[in-house]
Nanobody, 127 residues
Framework: QVQLVESGGGLVQAGGSLRLSCAASGRPFSNYVMGWFRQAPGKEREFVSFISKTGSITNYADSVKGRFTISRDNAKNTVYLQMNTLKPEDTAVYLC????????????????????WGQGTQVTVSS
């Protein structure tokens, strides 16, 4: 079992920045592929980014590419999502997810391939 706890969400004006954190506990963090997804009211859960176990591979949704950066600190059991130049359409609950690397990295764009999920943190971007 892995427990994931997100933090760092809040209310920010358009153009601003936030850094989300996801702290993991329960098993060696470096064993897990980590992802960020988001879900806005009335919409489906949407892929944002994922990072490989060592951090050598990252991927982003087109909608956030160039604005968001995912990183991890395996010594601190934490994955981060630095979000810059935020837009109102980035408003959503952001969820952290983990998987033990059961799949080829091409599969981690889809939420069903992650085994563990956090509760989420709300990000609201005002115009």
């Amino acid at each position: 079992q892995v427990q994931l706890v997100e933090s760092g969400g809040g209310l920010v004006q358009a153009g601003g920045s936030l850094r989300l954190s996801c702290a993991a506990s329960g098993r060696p963090f470096s064993n897990y592929v980590m992802g960020w997804f988001r879900q806005a009211p009335g919409k489906e859960r949407e892929f944002v980014s994922f990072i490989s176990k060592t951090g050598s591979i990252t991927n982003y949704a087109d909608s956030v590419k160039g604005r968001f950066t995912i990183s991890r600190d395996n010594a601190k059991n934490t994955v981060y999502l630095q979000m810059n130049t935020l837009k109102p359409e980035d408003t959503a609950v952001y969820l952290c997810a983990a998987d033990g690397g059961r799949y080829n990295y091409n599969y981690y764009f889809w939420s069903q391939h992650y085994e563990y999920w956090g509760q989420g943190t709300q990000v609201t971007v005002s115009s």
